[in-house]
């Protein structure tokens, strides 16, 4: 297992670490500040930097493997035993924990208005939403949720993760808003709550307060289906 250490402080921009394992392209660490791709969210990018002669291996994209981050980097030559020291891009990445916080702000509007996210898709520029909608739902709908969503944006609340025994976890409601996709059984759950107002289970990067977000635009909406509309967002930046 990896020790995720954005799990505890997604500022964390590098840290020393030791290579495990490495095989082809594919580089093991005992612990790491990459985010690895999952639950909507894209993986970090960033470099590897070994101790002992300082050469660089860029780190393309980072999956989870069996409970390992395996860090894909441009080439061989990393060794188990070497030291390294893990880095990854952080303005991508800041910008990511950005849009994170928004679609959380987002999908509890949308969910206190009795829409479901049914899947969403995070990146630095853009972040795509799928809602489930009745159809002839319309535009202004939409755009009311976004002001809502930005209204609250604006209150500048806290962010906090913290742990909760999974049965504990779950009575909270709207805990679990994307809709099919519960977190696979393990006995603590991640939360991430902001202000008072929404709580997640989640094991995402987010920034600490949501004046540093900014405000979401709608660039772009298509219809998937008879009862769904995929939406894409852009986030201006803080004032
Ligand atoms: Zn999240």
């Not at 394992?21 to 580089?27: Q, S």
């Not at 860029?58 to 030559?77: C, I, Q």
């Not at 962010?159 to 504990?168: Q, S």
Request: aromatic residues 6%; hydrophobic residues 40%; neutral net charge.
């Amino acid at each position: 297992m990896t020790d995720c250490l954005y799990l505890n402080d997604s500022y964390l921009r590098e840290c020393q670490a030791r290579v495990e394992r490495v095989d082809g392209k594919r580089v093991f660490v005992d612990k790491t500040v990459f985010y690895p791709q999952g639950g909507g969210q894209p993986s970090d990018t960033g470099k590897i930097v070994r101790a002992s002669d300082a050469v660089e291996f860029k780190v393309e994209k980072v999956l989870k493997e069996s409970g390992e981050a395996a860090h894909y980097v441009d080439r061989e030559g990393l060794a188990a035993g070497d030291s390294v020291r893990l880095e990854i891009d952080w303005a991508r990445r800041h910008k990511i924990m950005r849009m994170h916080t928004a679609a959380h702000v987002l999908g509890f509007v949308m969910f206190s208005r009795g829409v479901l996210v049914t899947g969403n898709q995070l990146g630095d520029a853009l972040t795509r939403f799928d809602f489930n909608l009745e159809a002839g739902l319309h535009r202004e709908a939409l755009e009311e949720g976004v002001a809502a969503a930005n209204e609250l944006l604006r209150s500048g609340a806290e962010v906090k993760a913290f742990e909760l025994p999974r049965e504990e976890a779950l009575k909270i409601p709207g805990v679990v808003k994307l809709a099919d996709k519960l977190p696979p059984a393990i006995e603590r759950l991640r939360i991430v709550q902001i202000g008072d107002f929404d709580a997640q289970a989640d094991g995402g990067t987010h920034v600490r307060s949501l004046s540093e977000v900014g405000q979401l635009r709608i660039e772009k909406i298509e219809n998937k289906g008879a009862a769904n509309k995929r939406v894409y967002f852009s986030l201006s930046n803080p004032v």
